[in-house]
């Protein structure tokens, strides 16, 4: 087996347990909304996730491990996708918010760290900034 083989089977299985992950997000209430099956949906045809495995991940019995990304980037961006689900109907539920606490460590955050990430992401997807941080976002 080729060793590009080997890589783009590892690259699938890390984006199959980081679809998990956010189905899982999605389905912490016992049920999946329209608006988060749409954007789903669209995670799935980003992260190449057939049909067969959005079917197997959604059933409630499999569970799928957090794969943690070696670089920085990588890990906020896997943390901007959680956000991105958890505002997928625009209410944010409590368990959510303390399952998202739970990923984030599983994605190499301290404890201490990922409650500072987490209040700031919601702040900011939740539009709770100050002009400052507004302004720093809109400079960059």
């Given at each position: 087996?080729?060793?590009?083989?080997?890589?783009?089977?590892?690259?699938?299985?890390?984006?199959?347990?980081?679809?998990?992950?956010?189905?899982?997000?999605?389905?912490?209430?016992?049920?999946?909304?329209?608006?988060?099956?749409?954007?789903?949906?669209?995670?799935?045809?980003?992260?190449?996730?057939?049909?067969?495995?959005?079917?197997?991940?959604?059933?409630?019995?499999?569970?799928?491990?957090?794969?943690?990304?070696?670089?920085s980037?990588?890990?906020?961006?896997?943390?901007?996708?959680l956000?991105?689900?958890?505002?997928?109907?625009?209410?944010?539920?409590?368990?959510?918010?303390?399952?998202?606490e739970?990923?984030?460590?599983?994605?190499?955050?301290?404890?201490?760290?990922?409650?500072?990430?987490?209040?700031?992401?919601?702040d900011?997807?939740h539009?709770?900034?100050?002009?400052?941080?507004?302004?720093?976002?809109?400079?960059?």
């Amino acid at each position: 087996m080729p060793i590009l083989d080997l890589y783009e089977h590892g690259e699938k299985r890390k984006n199959l347990a980081h679809f998990a992950t956010l189905a899982s997000l999605a389905a912490v209430d016992g049920e999946v909304n329209e608006k988060e099956k749409t954007i789903l949906d669209k995670f799935a045809f980003k992260l190449n996730i057939s049909e067969v495995e959005y079917k197997e991940v959604m059933k409630k019995e499999n569970q799928y491990p957090i794969e943690t990304p070696h670089t920085s980037e990588k890990r906020l961006m896997r943390l901007f996708d959680l956000f991105k689900m958890v505002f997928a109907d625009q209410i944010v539920e409590e368990e959510q918010m303390i399952l998202i606490e739970k990923y984030a460590i599983g994605l190499g955050y301290s404890p201490k760290d990922a409650k500072i990430l987490i209040k700031k992401s919601y702040d900011i997807f939740h539009g709770k900034i100050d002009f400052e941080a507004f302004q720093y976002l809109l400079d960059r």
